[in-house]
C-alpha cells in the first residue's frame, strides 16, 4: 500500500490506478447522457439493499453473518467524470455491479494470473472494503481500509478461490465526511505480454449515424486510441457514412486510422471477411496486410462502452494461449437488462441456445449482480457472436476467413471452428456493448429464415453430427408450424435453403452477391412475404369486442398436442371458406400468433413483432400440401447423401475460408 502526504502529493514510486501496461480494467462511471437505470450497471446504490450470507475469512467454520448495505437517501454518489465519483457524508455505495466488480472466475479459469491487485486513489474521509464471492454468489469479506486525506491504496487480491466462478468487489462508505475517488482499477501484479495493437473492424448497411456515433466513441477515450492500429469499416449501403453529421469530426479523431472500403452488399460475413482480408492480406496501398496483434469485430448497430475494448485486449494478452474474447450484449432498447450472458451449440440438434442455466434479458436494475446468484457461475461457450468479438491474429492466420454465408452462422462456425484447431472462446462479463435485442423480431420467419436453415446445414456438415437425424426432426417440426402460422413464404425460403445446400460448396461464393434479391423476390410471392402498414388496408373482421380479445389457450402435455396438431393438419386440407380471402377472419396481435391458434383459422391478419405492420395470412390447401411434400423430399435428400454431402463441404473448406475465394469477391 502507497500513501500520500497530508498535501496530496502523489510519490514517483505510486503504481498508476487507470492505465498502464498492468491494467486490467478501469473503474468507469456512467455518462451524463445514461438513463438513470444505467447507473445499476456501474454502481449499486439501492437502498437497504440486504446481501447473500457471508462467510467469515478467519473461521470458515463458524456460523455464516448478513450484511446489510444501506444507501442513505438513494443515489446520492455525485459522477464527477467517467472515471472519478464523490461519495457524500453518511453514504454508503457499493461498486459491485456489472462493469465495476472483478469477473474473477473467468480470470482464473483463462488467464496466466494467481493474483491481481485492486488500486484506488481516494481522498477524504472513510472507509473502503473488499469482498468476493464463490459461484453459488455466497459473498464473503476480504479487506478493509480506513481513508484519511489523499491516499492511494493497493490490496493484492488472490485469483485461486475462483475455479468455478465469483467475482470480487469494493464498497465505500463515509460517516461526517465526502471521499472522494479519483480513479481506480484492476491490476495485474506485472506487464502484459506482447502488444495492445489491434484493429477495429465494423461492417456496415445503411446505418450511417449508428457508425459515426462508434467512431466518435473509439476516438473520445486517449488509451482506446493508443491501442488501435487500424479502423476498417466496408461500407456495404446506399448511404454511405461519409455523408453522415459528424463523420468529419470522428473521421479527425481517428486520423489516418480509419480506412473505408465501399464494396457491394455482401452481407455480414462479406464484411467480415473483408476485415480479415485487409488484415492479413491487404489491398492497395496496405498490400501485405496491416501491423496488428487482435482483431475486434464490432456491429454497426450497437452503442459501445470504450472501456470494453481495452479489456478484450488486456484479457486476450494476459490469456494462457490464444484464445478469442467475446463481448457480452446487454439490450439497446432496455439498457439496464444483460440479454446473452453466453451462447453454446447443440451437437445432437446442431442449433445455437443460451448457456445452460442463464437467463436471457435480466434486469440489472431490477436484481443487481449481488443479488442473482446464477450470474457468479463461470459460464463456458461455444463461440460469441460478432456483436464485440477479439480474435488473435494468430488465430486469423491459422483459421482463414469467414464462410461466404451472406449472414447467420458465420460467427458460430467461426468459433466451432476455432475451437476444432485448440483456439477456445470465452465471452467475459464486464466487456460488453448494447444492441438491439432480439425480442421485437423474429428472423427465423422472414427472409432472413433462408440463411437460418441453409447456414445451418452447411455448419453441421463442417462441424456437426454424425447422424442428422435429430436435426433434420427438428427443421421438419419447422416445417409444420410455418404451415400452421400460414407462413408459406418461410417455407418457401426453407426449400430454397436445403436445394442450395444439396448443389453443394461450389455454390456458395456465386450465391453471396445475388442471393438477398433471389430470396426477396421469393418471398414476395406471398401473402405473409407482402406487409401491410395497417390492419385497416384491409377489411376488419367481424368478430364482437369480446370475442376478438380471447385467444385458445396452449394444450397442455403431449397428447393434447399431438391431437391439436393433428387436428390443425386436416383443418388445413380442408377448403377455406371464400368470404374470408378478402375479409380475415380475425385480427391477430403477435404474442397471440400460435399454431394452435392460427391453425384453426381460414385468414387472419398478424402484428409482425416489431409492432409495425401486419400480415394478411391466408389458408391455402393445395400450397401446404405441396409445401409438406417438398420439404419431406429435400429432408430425406439431406439425410440420404449425409455422408457425402459432409466430405464435399470439408474438402472445399481451405477454398471457401482462404484468400484466393474471397480475392475473386472482393478484388
Not at 482483431?295 to 475494448?309: A, F, K, T
Request: net charge neutral.
Amino acid at each position: 500500500m502507497t500513501t500520500t502526504d497530508q498535501r496530496g502529493q502523489v510519490s514517483p514510486t505510486t503504481p498508476a490506478t487507470t492505465s498502464g501496461e498492468t491494467l486490467l480494467q478501469r473503474v468507469v462511471l456512467p455518462r451524463p447522457a445514461d438513463p438513470t437505470a444505467v447507473r445499476a450497471l456501474y454502481l449499486d446504490e439501492r437502498p437497504g439493499t440486504t446481501l447473500a450470507p457471508v462467510e467469515p475469512l478467519a473461521d470458515e467454520d463458524a456460523r455464516p453473518l448478513s450484511l446489510t448495505v444501506s444507501t442513505i437517501g438513494g443515489r446520492r454518489t455525485r459522477i464527477l467524470d467517467r472515471t472519478s465519483a464523490t461519495v457524500p457524508a453518511a453514504t454508503e455505495v457499493s461498486f459491485g455491479a456489472y462493469f465495476n466488480a472483478f469477473a474473477a472466475g473467468y480470470w482464473r479459469a483463462w488467464s496466466t494470473l494467481t493474483s491481481i491487485e485492486l488500486r484506488l486513489d481516494l481522498e477524504g474521509s472513510g472507509r473502503v472494503d473488499v469482498y468476493r464471492t464463490k459461484a453459488d454468489g455466497s459473498q464473503i469479506v476480504v479487506a478493509g481500509e480506513v481513508v484519511s486525506g489523499r491516499r492511494r491504496v493497493t490490496l493484492e487480491l488472490d485469483l485461486r478461490p475462483f475455479e468455478d466462478g465469483g467475482w470480487y468487489w469494493f464498497d465505500l462508505s463515509t460517516d461526517d465526511a465526502d471521499l472522494t475517488l479519483h480513479g481506480g482499477g484492476w491490476h495485474a501484479p506485472h506487464d502484459a505480454p506482447g502488444r495492445a495493437a489491434v484493429v477495429v473492424g465494423m461492417p456496415t448497411f445503411n446505418r450511417p449515424a449508428d457508425c459515426v456515433a462508434t467512431l466518435t466513441a473509439l476516438g473520445s477515450d486517449p488509451q482506446v486510441l493508443e491501442a488501435i492500429t487500424a479502423v476498417i469499416l466496408p461500407d456495404q449501403g446506399t448511404r454511405k457514412v461519409r455523408d453522415e453529421a459528424g463523420y468529419e469530426q470522428a473521421a479527425a479523431a481517428l486520423g489516418d486510422r480509419l480506412r473505408i472500403i465501399d464494396q457491394p452488399n455482401l452481407g455480414g460475413s462479406g464484411g467480415y471477411a473483408r476485415i480479415m482480408y485487409e488484415v492479413l492480406h491487404g489491398t492497395g496501398p496496405h498490400a501485405g496486410g496491416i501491423d496488428c496483434e487482435q482483431i475486434l469485430y464490432m456491429d454497426d448497430d450497437i452503442l459501445l462502452e470504450p472501456e470494453s475494448v481495452l479489456r478484450a485486449i488486456a484479457f486476450s494478452r494476459f490469456s494462457r494461449e490464444p484464445m478469442l474474447v467475446g463481448g457480452q450484449m446487454l439490450s439497446l432498447q432496455a439498457r439496464s437488462q444483460l440479454s446473452t450472458m453466453g451462447e453454446v451449440v447443440d451437437r445432437n440438434q446442431f442449433l445455437w441456445r443460451p448457456a445452460p442455466d442463464t437467463e436471457a434479458h435480466h434486469d440489472l436494475a431490477a436484481r443487481t449482480l449481488r443479488q442473482t446468484r446464477w450470474l457468479h457461475r463461470r459460464v463456458d461457450v461455444d463461440y460469441n457472436a460478432w456483436w464485440m468479438c477479439l480474435i488473435p491474429r494468430r488465430a486469423a492466420e491459422q483459421l482463414g476467413l469467414p464462410l461466404p454465408l451472406f449472414i447467420k452462422w458465420d460467427d458460430a462456425e467461426y468459433g466451432l471452428r476455432a475451437r476444432a484447431a485448440g483456439f477456445r472462446t470465452a465471452t467475459v462479463p464486464g466487456v460488453a456493448i448494447w444492441h438491439m435485442s432480439f425480442i421485437e423480431k423474429d428472423d427465423s420467419s422472414d427472409w432472413q429464415a433462408y440463411f437460418h436453415y441453409r447456414n445451418r446445414l452447411v455448419a453441421a456438415a463442417l462441424h456437426g453430427p454424425d447422424d442428422p437425424r435429430a436435426m433434420l426432426k427438428e427443421t421438419f417440426k419447422r416445417t409444420l408450424r410455418h404451415l400452421m402460422l400460414m407462413e408459406y413464404s418461410a417455407v418457401a425460403l426453407q426449400i430454397k435453403g436445403f436445394t442450395d445446400f444439396l448443389a453443394g460448396p461450389e455454390a456458395l461464393f456465386p450465391k453471396l452477391p445475388v442471393v438477398l434479391d433471389e430470396i426477396r423476390a421469393l418471398r414476395a410471392q406471398y401473402d405473409d412475404g407482402r406487409p401491410l402498414d395497417s390492419a385497416t388496408e384491409v377489411p376488419l373482421a367481424d368478430l364482437d369486442a369480446l370475442g376478438a380479445q380471447l385467444f385458445p389457450k396452449p394444450p397442455v402435455g403431449r397428447a393434447k398436442a399431438a391431437v391439436g396438431l393433428a387436428r390443425g393438419v386436416l383443418r388445413n386440407l380442408r377448403t377455406p371458406d371464400p368470404a374470408l380471402r378478402e375479409r380475415p377472419q380475425r385480427n391477430v396481435p403477435w404474442k397471440n400468433a400460435q399454431w394452435f391458434v392460427l391453425a384453426g383459422l381460414d385468414s387472419a391478419t398478424v402484428s409482425t413483432p416489431d409492432g409495425r405492420g401486419v400480415t394478411f395470412r391466408r389458408r391455402d390447401p393445395a400450397m401446404f400440401k405441396e409445401m409438406v411434400a417438398e420439404s419431406f423430399r429435400l429432408h430425406r435428400a439431406v439425410a440420404a447423401d449425409w455422408d457425402g454431402l459432409r466430405a464435399r463441404y470439408r474438402a472445399a473448406a481451405p477454398v471457401l475460408t482462404g484468400k484466393d475465394g474471397w480475392k475473386q469477391i472482393f478484388e
